[in-house]
């Protein structure tokens, strides 16, 4: 029996003022999280040229590695150009709290469906060794 896939979809909602024009920002967006292997692999490359050669970075290094990708737009499959959906959205070029807010918002929720990955991975491991013994 397998496990049920884990979640690649996610809405995220945002509630942000920018404290320099006290703009607000409000509403919520769905993103697609895919990555593949490769793709895996490939942030990793690029995070230890960016970190040089330290893999180890923190959760808002790799949001904004990510968000970057959107900007971009680079077809990075795990997520969608959201800071151009938001501008497009608002008007005008969102405050870049607001970008690391949104990245970080949407890292958690790639964190959780890594987190149940692994655990999956583990429990399958577990049920290897147990029938091999």
Do not use: H
Not at 1 to 14: G, H, L, N, Q, R
Not at 46 to 58: A, D, E, F, H, L
Not at 90 to 116: C, N
Request: charged share 25%; aromatic share 6%.
């Amino acid at each position: 029996m397998s496990a049920p896939a884990p979640k690649s979809e996610f809405t995220v909602d945002i509630d942000y003022t920018d404290a320099d024009t006290g703009k607000k920002y409000e509403g919520s967006f769905t993103f697609k999280y895919s990555l593949s292997m490769a793709d895996t692999a490939a942030i990793g490359r690029v995070r230890r040229q960016i970190m040089g050669g330290n893999p180890i970075v923190s959760m808002q290094d790799e949001a904004d590695y990510l968000l970057a990708q959107c900007q971009a737009e680079i077809p990075v499959r795990a997520i969608a150009p959201i800071p151009a959906f938001w501008a497009a959205k608002q008007g005008d070029d969102l405050p870049p709290d607001l970008i690391r807010e949104i990245g970080t918002k949407m890292l958690s929720e790639v964190q959780k469906v890594r987190e149940q990955r692994a655990a999956q991975a583990e429990q399958a491991r577990a049920q290897m060794r147990k029938a091999q013994s």
